[in-house]
Nanobody, 117 residues
């Protein structure tokens, strides 16, 4: 089992910045890919960014150039730096960890990000 705890959400004005953190614990040696997803009201959960243990990253087109995902393996923590935030970035952001052998996904409890116009 893997446990994920997010922090760092909040309310910010358009154009502002926030940094989300996700701390992983438990059987973390089975985890390769970690990432962030988000879900806005009335919409499906969507990928924001992922990062593998080797450092390769993947971003949704809507956040490229504004968001940066990073990972400190020694701390079992993944970060999402969000700059130039827009009202359409408003959503609950979920941390995700994917187990390399089983493909099982683990999710955090979610953290609310609200961007006011």
């Amino acid at each position: 089992q893997v446990q994920l705890v997010e922090s760092g959400g909040g309310l910010v004005q358009a154009g502002g910045s926030l940094r989300l953190s996700c701390a992983a614990s438990g059987n973390i040696l089975t985890i390769n890919r970690m990432g962030w997803y988000r879900q806005a009201p009335g919409k499906q959960r969507e990928l924001v960014a992922t990062i593998r243990s080797g450092g390769s990253t993947n971003y949704a087109d809507s956040v490229k150039g504004r968001f940066t995902i990073s990972r400190v393996n020694a701390e079992n923590t993944v970060y999402l730096q969000m700059n130039s935030l827009k009202p359409e970035d408003t959503a609950v952001y979920y941390c995700n960890a994917n187990e390399v052998f089983s493909g099982k996904d683990y999710w955090g409890q979610g953290t609310q990000v609200t961007v006011s116009s």
